[in-house]
């Protein structure tokens, strides 16, 4: 019997809950708004519903959330990442909600030039606060649930603050969460207040031996191999981060998680 109480329950809007029907290329199209057909048309083709277990769980979650989660287990905390379309009953007993996207608001490339050559908002904007709007997130927030944001796009939360104060959102953390999360989670569980914004700089970034490993499958069996970049150039942010190499250990590791859970290929990422 799977014990599906979660402290920590991590998911994020069906744009990024799915596999793009295993054609990663076609998540490009969640940045655009619907073209020539409707947008239930659009976001079949784009993003369809990730296949879960009997809780809700997704077969394959995206990478970030899928390192939060591991960061978390490893720390003996109750967390699993949860498809959009079940956190109802989860959330009933979750203390904190993690939520980690692209690109929240449709500001970051390539979202923002669909957003001034159409006139329209993108689906990935429109399906995350549709999410935030989500009657059982509402219903837990007013029952003292801790809502933390991250991921690439977590800079886009200081320049919406209206939405910040609407739904209720605690603490934003801004670069990579996969150390600092463990304490904040600790917080929220023990009742003491969390902090609104937390930025990692290049000194509380984990180390390469820090960096947890997957325990589930990553969409499309996407794998990270390095973090930073050698190049230095210098308009870029990934400088403001040290470089690490993932041991071959590590990549086979996280490899077979996914050849577990039944997928065949993988997808190789770096800065
Ligand atoms: S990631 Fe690209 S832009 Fe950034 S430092 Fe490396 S080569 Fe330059």
């Known amino acids: 019997m799977v014990n599906d109480n979660f402290d920590v329950v991590l998911s994020v809007d069906r ?4 596999n ?35 809780i809700g769980r997704p077969r394959e979650a995206p990478y970030g959330l899928r390192k939060i989660e591991a960061a978390l287990l490893d720390a003996g905390i109750k967390a699993a990442v949860i498809d959009p379309d079940h956190l109802g ?4 007993n979750a203390k904190v909600l993690g939520i980690g996207h692209h690109d929240y608001f449709a500001l970051g490339p390539p979202s923002s030039e669909w957003w001034v050559l159409t006139g329209k908002e993108p ?6 606060k549709r999410f935030m709007e989500k009657p059982e997130i509402r219903a837990a927030k007013n029952n003292g649930l801790k809502i933390i944001v991250g991921g690439p796009a977590a800079w886009q939360w200081l320049w919406m603050p209206e939405y910040f104060e ?11 969460a996969e150390k600092i999360i463990v304490s904040l989670v600790k917080d929220a569980l023990d009742g003491k207040p ?14 390469l ?15 990270e191999i390095m973090r930073g970049c ?6 870029c942010s990934v400088t403001l981060r040290p470089l690490r190499h993932y041991t071959l250990e590590m990549i086979e590791k996280e490899l077979q998680v996914n050849k577990s859970a039944g997928l065949d290929r993988c997808l190789l990422h770096s800065e």
């Not at 076609?26 to 083709?45: D, Q, R």
């Not at 031996?209 to 990553?218: F, Q, T, Y």
């Open 15 to 18: 744009t990024l809950m799915t």
């Open 20 to 54: 793009h029907h295993g054609k990663e290329f076609l998540g490009f199209m969640t940045t655009g708004p619907p073209i020539l057909v409707p947008e239930k048309v659009w976001m079949a083709i784009a993003a369809p519903k990730m296949e879960v277990d009997d």
């Open 89 to 92: 009953k989860h959330l009933k």
């Open 123 to 128: 689906v990935n904007a429109r399906y995350f």
């Open 166 to 176: 609407k739904w209720g959102v605690d603490t934003i953390i801004e670069g990579e």
């Open 194 to 207: 969390l902090p609104q914004y937390v930025y990692v700089g290049f000194k509380d970034v984990p180390l």
């Open 209 to 223: 031996e820090e960096i947890p490993l997957i325990k589930n499958a990553s969409v499309n069996g996407l794998v």
């Open 230 to 235: 050698p190049r230095g150039c210098r308009f």
